[in-house]
């Protein structure tokens, strides 16, 4: 495992846990056949993938119940054990499935802790370091969910509890009944929405902040071209997602050779620059990035240290300016 120096790493919110810059996403290697799924995905790339992440030197893995219905949860519990030095694990609970594979939204007591128990079992860990609502669905039952959350952390099985899309409103809520360490909000250039109020709030209240989707979905990595969004597989979720259609996806290709231009000094790939954006907002404690392969992950890797300048960041700014959505 590489080693950073201590001041790389980064205490999130109200929590002892601390955090690389970065961390390893596992969405995409839940793999395809689900509704938000990325297509086939192979399970040794996967634990590959993860295993060069650690030896890069990041120490913890997000992932959720619902990504692959169950089965990044398993692949990640798969990578870690047996390792001498095990990541910190996080995943979420609200997104829950059928036997027909349908996806449904419950944050009823019984149901977190039921998901809780299944999460635990598939990651074959006996306390998650960081448990967090997916999303405030159904509205009329985050509190009785997040008061589970609480009840779970004080019996053990967790160790940090926090929230994901939640607006201020919604975390006014659940701080009402227990104090939220984190909030997951997607955060990126094409995506900046959360500064404007949820940012700022986070800060004010000391909740720590790890953002998802800083490279959109693999959209600003430098590997996107209109040939291969055509191409991708009919269960790959971006083929209907708005950025990776016209007539937004030639302006943020256009956007993605600024960011091979001033990665190209740094001797980076653009999505390395991505990363470097989002965390320059202070309110930002990590980045969540996602990695199919070894290969992918590596060339991530500049991502745990590299910093925008304030001249290169004004020019992405210059950019998004003259070329709004």
């Known amino acids: 495992m590489a080693t950073l120096s201590s001041n790389s790493f980064r205490t999130l919110g109200n929590s002892d846990l601390k955090l690389t810059p970065i961390g390893f996403g596992a969405w995409a290697i839940g793999g395809g056949n689900w509704d938000f799924g ?42 870690v054990k047996g390792l001498a030095e095990r990541p910190l694990i996080f995943t979420k609970c609200s997104m829950r499935w059928d036997a027909e594979r349908k996806i449904y939204r419950s944050l009823k007591a019984a149901s977190v802790a039921e998901e809780l128990d299944n999460s635990l079992r598939r990651l074959d860990v006996e306390t998650i370091d960081l448990y967090q609502i997916h999303w ?23 160790r940090w509890i926090g929230v994901s899309n939640f607006n201020v409103t919604q975390m006014k809520r659940a701080q009402a009944i227990a104090p939220i360490t984190s909030l997951q909000p997607p955060y990126s250039m094409l995506r900046p929405a959360v500064e404007h109020e949820i940012l700022p709030y986070c800060q004010e209240q000391g909740i720590g902040v790890i953002n998802y989707s800083p490279m959109v979905s693999g959209l600003l990595t430098g590997k996107m071209t209109p040939q291969r969004v055509a191409a991708m597989p009919a269960d790959d979720w971006r ?37 470097a954006w989002t965390l320059h907002h202070p309110a930002i404690t990590a980045a969540i990035v996602g990695g199919r392969s070894e290969e992918q ?18 020019k992405i700014g210059a950019f998004l300016a003259a070329n709004p959505v």
Request: charged content about 30%.
């Open 38 to 79: 990325w297509g086939a995905q192979d399970d040794a790339a996967s634990i590959e993938a993860v295993h060069a992440a650690l030896d890069m030197g990041i120490n913890w893995i997000d992932t959720a119940a619902v990504y692959g219905l169950g089965h990044s949860e398993e692949i990640v519990g798969r990578a």
């Open 136 to 158: 405030p669905n159904p509205e009329d039952e985050i509190e009785e969910g997040w008061a589970e959350m609480a009840r779970q952390q004080k019996a053990g099985k967790i």
């Open 297 to 314: 992950v590596k060339e991530l890797a500049p991502a745990l240290r590299l910093r925008l300048n304030d001249e290169e960041f004004a």
């Open 239 to 275: 083929r209907k997602a708005v950025e990776f259609n016209e007539p937004r996806l030639s302006r943020n290709l256009r956007l993605v050779e600024l960011l091979r231009e001033i990665g190209s000094k740094h001797g980076v790939e653009p999505g390395v620059v991505a990363v």
